[in-house]
């Protein structure tokens, strides 16, 4: 089951230009079985998605892309703003009592320079506290660079972990791009947090044939 964790809309995240219905109908076009929609620092509603899935007959999943002081966490499984979430540590135990999970996105993708050694740049923020608080990070990203993307892959081997892919997407252009494939059928967020949990994907660049 292939799913792009990682979208946005308008105008909920005001740097997009696609509408929910664009952006769906496109990914369905392209392939994918699901999208998870994740603004800015804002929630969508279960049953405003449950209602476009039914409209467009297309899963809809929604998840949050919340900027905190560590960087960009995508997380599935909250379903309301708490004052403090910007806090990773703080955000980290609402996860944790919801049971969902958290995404650290293109990590450094601003803090990484093409000049550097991505090996050497992986080894040196492997040891940093946040790897210690997110459940996996995003090593596929659509609108990363290719050697942010190769640095983010480096990064995710020294830690032991695979990844997601998300397009990121906020233009019609950038699907598809990046995503991840999972091996079981998904129908919910509840069951999209198990898979992930369970380790049951690979991310994966569909612009690489």
């Known amino acids: 089951m292939l799913i792009d964790l990682h979208t946005?809309?308008?105008?909920?995240?005001?740097?997009?230009?696609?509408?929910?219905?664009?952006?769906?109908?496109?990914?369905?076009?392209?392939?994918?079985d699901a999208i998870?929609?994740?603004?800015?620092?804002?929630?969508?509603?279960?049953?405003?998605?449950?209602?476009l899935s039914k409209e467009l007959d297309f899963l809809i999943l929604p998840g949050i892309e919340m900027n905190t002081e560590d960087g960009h966490m995508l997380v599935f499984g909250i379903t309301e703003f708490v004052?403090?979430?910007?806090?990773?540590?703080?955000?980290r135990d609402i996860v944790t009592k919801k049971g969902?999970?958290?995404?650290?996105?293109?990590?450094?993708?601003?803090?990484?320079?093409?000049?550097e050694?991505?090996?050497a740049k992986a080894e040196e923020v492997c040891k940093r506290p946040i790897f210690k608080m997110v459940d996996t990070?995003?090593?596929?990203?659509?609108?990363?660079?290719?050697?942010?993307?190769?640095?983010?892959?480096?990064?995710?081997r020294k830690l032991g972990w695979q990844g997601i892919g998300g397009s990121d997407?906020?233009?019609?252009?950038?699907?598809?791009?990046?995503?991840?494939?999972?091996?079981?059928?998904?129908?919910n967020v509840a069951e999209l947090i198990q898979e992930l949990k369970a380790g049951r994907y690979q991310p994966v660049d569909l612009r690489k044939k």
Not at 10 to 32: I, N, R, V
Not at 83 to 91: K, P, R, S, V
Not at 100 to 115: E, K, Q, T, V, W
Request: proline share 5%; with cysteine.
């Open 8 to 32: 946005h809309t308008q105008p909920k995240s005001d740097d997009s230009l696609l509408s929910p219905t664009e952006l769906a109908l496109k990914a369905k076009q392209a392939g994918f």
């Open 36 to 51: 998870c929609v994740t603004e800015h620092d804002w929630f969508w509603a279960q049953d405003t998605a449950d209602k």
């Open 83 to 91: 004052f403090g979430m910007h806090h990773t540590d703080f955000l």
């Open 100 to 115: 969902g999970f958290m995404i650290l996105a293109h990590p450094y993708r601003h803090r990484y320079y093409s000049d």
């Open 117 to 119: 050694d991505v090996e």
């Open 137 to 156: 990070i995003e090593t596929f990203n659509g609108r990363a660079k290719e050697k942010q993307n190769l640095f983010s892959q480096a990064l995710g």
């Open 169 to 187: 997407a906020h233009f019609p252009r950038d699907v598809p791009s990046c995503a991840t494939r999972f091996e079981r059928k998904i129908h």
